[in-house]
């Protein structure tokens, strides 16, 4: 059975022309990996999901080959298109990576199974980088750890100063897999460090720790630089169970008071 479409967050009808069946996949997709649609549900038909957001069916027939293509609804004749198990997911698109972090909400198993994956991942870049850098590679590196250094106290300028220092990292590995890999999962690692750096004690310590991978990745030490990854990640970790352990209201005040002060002090 059908059900009827969810009030939408944007006005009906506003999807811009261009890359229109996008948008409307961005849309349901951005429901369905939140929950509100479940899997086993009956998608409403082309017709009504064409009615309800005042576009063509045409369009909405072209969204939804794009769910399909990522794992995300099974399209049957007769029945319709069904919404599918998350471990049907195409996890690694990078359009459900970023459909998953892009509400308010905190999709907390999803942050768990990124933290697991640094774990396994980023010791072994470090170590990598440690042998393969280049000087030119070795002051992307620095650039980034200055930057995160700079922008203490300033949530959203920390997030991209950190993010930017792990991806140097992984270009610094010179893997032709692991390159890519940190522009594959740039949402969720935003959506980890701005629940990290909220805290600005916490985050000044990080630093030092991220120092101590510098420094290891510089002095050609790859142990040391396995091992100073695996000190940050542990902190990353410990500083996410404690943030998610606020209520919602909490993290949230925290980061606009951390941003407004931000703004004074700049």
Partial sequence: MSHPITKSPKPLGVFAKQNLHGQIAEYLGTKIVSGEHVAGEILPTEASLGASLGVSRTAIREAIKVLSSKGLVEVRRKTGSRVRSQRDWNALDPDVISWQFAGDGIPTGAINDLTELRRIIEPACARLAAKRATAEELAEIEKALIK?????????????????????ILEATHNSFMRPFGALI????????????????????????????????????????????????????????????????????????KKSHGRKGS
Avoid: C, W
């Fill in 186 to 257: 740039q949402a969720a690692l935003r959506a980890s460090f701005r629940l990290t750096n909220a805290d600005t004690a916490a985050y000044r310590l990080s630093l030092t720790k991220h120092r101590a991978v510098l420094a290891s990745i510089r002095n050609g030490k790859p142990e040391e630089a396995d091992v100073a990854m695996q000190a940050v990640l542990r902190g990353s970790q410990r500083d996410i169970e404690n943030a998610l352990r606020l209520p919602a209201p909490s993290r949230v005040l925290g980061q606009e008071k």
């Fill in 148 to 168: 995160m250094e700079q922008a203490a106290g300033k949530t959203e300028a920390s997030v991209e100063a950190d993010l930017n220092f792990h991806l140097a």
